[in-house]
């Protein structure tokens, strides 16, 4: 992956932003962390190394980020934006008992825009919801003992 300083930065470069320390510890982290952060998650886990951080520096960083194709901007639920790191196309499940964020493949046919006469797609959203295994099994744990 990307382990060094100079290959985030040209990972930054290839996207044509500047790099800065603030942008290179925020795509480390999203890199070396792909759990669909929020900017809160991000400016919480980044205080420690970097104490002088703002949120408005994170949430201005992640817009950047958007604009140029290094994130997606995720929603579920229609409530706080999410940043994923993978902008490949696939589908994402949110658990409801623990907020987790997964993603996963799929392999359904989707539309093409020859298919969808005189409509231009920008982008494509596949999302599921409900309980995840772990906290599915957390569940039937806890009334398996009654």
Do not use: W
């Not at 999302?127 to 009654?146: D, L």
């Amino acid at each position: 992956m990307y382990n060094t300083v100079n290959q985030l930065k040209e990972y930054l470069i290839n996207y044509d932003i500047k790099p800065s320390t603030i942008r290179l510890k925020i795509l480390e982290y999203l890199l070396n962390n792909p759990i669909h952060p929020t900017a809160d998650d991000i400016y919480k886990s980044l205080l420690d190394q970097i104490p002088t951080i703002s949120k408005t520096s994170v949430y201005n960083t992640m817009d950047l980020f958007a604009d140029k194709g290094v994130v997606k901007v995720i929603s579920l639920d229609g409530k706080v934006a999410r940043y994923d790191i993978n902008t490949c196309l696939h589908g994402h499940f949110k658990c409801r008992v623990c907020e987790r964020v997964f993603d996963f493949p799929f392999s359904s046919k989707i539309p093409t825009p020859k298919e969808l006469n005189g409509f231009v797609i920008n982008e494509i959203d596949i999302n599921f919801y409900g309980v995840c295994q772990n906290c599915k099994k957390i569940k039937e744990g806890r009334f398996s003992h009654r």
